[in-house]
């Protein structure tokens, strides 16, 4: 197994954008298809693959559900710690077994998932969501930073 240096990308921050959501959410946008449409990242040889519809703001839904939280889909926030870690993703999730990251699967809502958490010192600690299909397939679903310490020890029951 090649040894990968864990490096993470630069963050993306509101502000080098004057504050301007518009400018700013189109960058982070850009990283996003970057990463997931331009390229076909991998988890543990299966090729990731997106919730394109429905569209929300002519972007992939995906892309959405990365950059935006809330438990009513229909009404759902921005998230900018979301926003911010947008390209972390992917080498979290094509390097997880490398970095030794925690990665386990759990079942919510009666959907076959899988977790891996990345545990920083000096950051919050950022989980990626995957959907796994019966027929194999796995979709990128969400990611999110995990800022409250009842988060966390949640987080660490389920993934002993």
């Known amino acids: 197994m090649e040894n990968k240096e864990f490096v993470l990308p630069e963050i993306i921050?509101?502000?080098?954008?004057?504050?301007?959501?518009h400018e700013y959410i189109?960058?982070?946008?850009?990283?996003?298809?970057a990463d997931f449409i331009d390229s076909k990242?991998?988890?543990r040889g299966t090729k990731i693959c997106l919730k394109r519809h429905?569209?929300?703001?002519?972007?992939?839904?995906?892309?959405?559900?990365?950059?935006h939280k809330g438990d009513i889909e229909n009404e759902r926030e921005p998230d900018l710690r979301r926003c911010e870690?947008?390209?972390?993703a992917k080498p979290v999730?094509?390097?997880?077994?490398?970095?030794?990251?925690?990665?386990?699967?759990?079942?919510?809502?009666?959907k076959n998932r899988i977790c891996i958490w990345l545990e920083l010192?000096?950051?919050?600690?950022?989980?990626i969501i995957l959907d796994k299909r019966m027929n194999g397939d796995i979709f990128l679903w969400t990611a999110f930073t995990l800022?409250?310490?009842?988060?966390?020890l949640i987080k660490s029951k389920i993934a002993e």
């Open 54 to 67: 429905p569209l929300f703001q002519d972007k992939a839904y995906t892309f959405y559900h990365m950059t």
């Open 13 to 21: 921050i509101l502000e080098e954008y004057s504050g301007n959501w």
């Open 121 to 127: 010192k000096n950051e919050p600690d950022y989980i």
């Open 93 to 110: 999730i094509e390097n997880c077994d490398y970095w030794k990251l925690k990665v386990w699967p759990q079942v919510r809502n009666g």
């Open 26 to 33: 189109e960058v982070v946008y850009l990283a996003f298809k």
């Open 147 to 152: 800022n409250y310490n009842h988060e966390k």
């Open 85 to 88: 870690r947008i390209k972390w």
């Open 41 to 43: 990242p991998f988890f």
